[in-house]
T-cell receptor, first 114, second 110 residues
Framework: GAVVSQHPSRVICKSGTSVKIECRSL??????MFWYRQFPKQSLMLMAT?????????EQGVEKDKFLINHASLTLSTLTVTSAHPEDSSFYIC??????????FGDGTRLSIL | DAKTTQPTSMDCAEGRAANLPCNHS???????VYWYRQIHSQGPQYIIH???NNETNEMASLIITEDRKSSTLILPHATLRDTAVYYC???????????FGTGTRLTVIP
């Protein structure tokens, strides 16, 4: 089946630093990649949708200047959490898809801001 | 997108079939039914999807009622590793953004 790799799997850093998370589709070209966030005991919430070579579309309430998304190629998207604070601590999950195919998800990145 | 309704939790004995129901009474004619599951601290895993015909793959079977207002995901021989939260999602295309509800927490009991 389709494989999506997400790196790193876990990050612990100090408040105020920026954190970059990578999402790669390993065996297919993803026309669209998605970024989700999941708080403890809650369901996944879509943050943004990105298409290769174009600006990401953010969901209402998600700050685009805080969560920078770059989708430079059909196999790579990055999410940068800028000036992270404790309230940004969460489980961040990416997914990748191509037209008419189901989304496939990475294993997530657990971000802890001290 | 059509809304889905699932039971909050279910238990199933190991080795028995797990039948997970989903109601989607407002589903449109061009909307598919997708099933994903999320094992603790992992990303969601795609299981199966269908439009109106029943579907089967190596993981599960999907039974969709004739009126398409409900469906059932069947894990034929549940194992402890099938313990997870199962999400039923209705969407025109799986390549579009998915909206996850609360899902059904399935616990497989030894």
């Amino acid at each position: 089946g389709a494989v999506v790799s997400q790196h790193p799997s876990r990050v612990i850093c100090k408040s105020g630093t920026s954190v970059k998370i990578e999402c790669r589709s390993l065996d297919f070209q993803a026309t669209t990649m998605f970024w989700y966030r999941q708080f403890p005991k809650q369901s996944l919430m879509l943050m943004a949708t990105s298409n290769e070579g174009s600006k990401a579309t953010y969901e209402q309430g998600v700050e685009k200047d805080k969560f920078l998304i770059n989708h430079a190629s059909l196999t790579l998207s990055t999410l940068t959490v800028t000036s992270a604070h404790p309230e940004d601590s969460s489980f961040y999950i990416c997914s990748a898809s191509r037209e008419f195919q189901p989304q496939h998800f990475g294993d997530g990145t657990r971000l802890s801001i001290l | 997108d059509a809304k889905t309704t699932q039971p909050t939790s279910m238990d199933c004995a190991e080795g028995r079939a797990a039948n997970l129901p989903c109601n989607h009474s407002t589903i449109s004619g061009n909307e598919y039914v997708y099933w994903y599951r999320q094992i603790h601290s992992q990303g969601p895993q795609y299981i199966i999807h269908g439009l109106k015909n029943n579907e089967t793959n190596e993981m599960a079977s999907l039974i969709i009622t004739e009126d398409r207002k409900s469906s059932t995901l069947i894990l034929p021989h549940a194992t402890l590793r099938d313990t997870a939260v199962y999400y039923c999602i209705v969407r025109v295309s799986g390549a579009n953004n998915l909206f996850f509800g609360t899902g059904t927490r399935l616990t497989v009991i030894p």
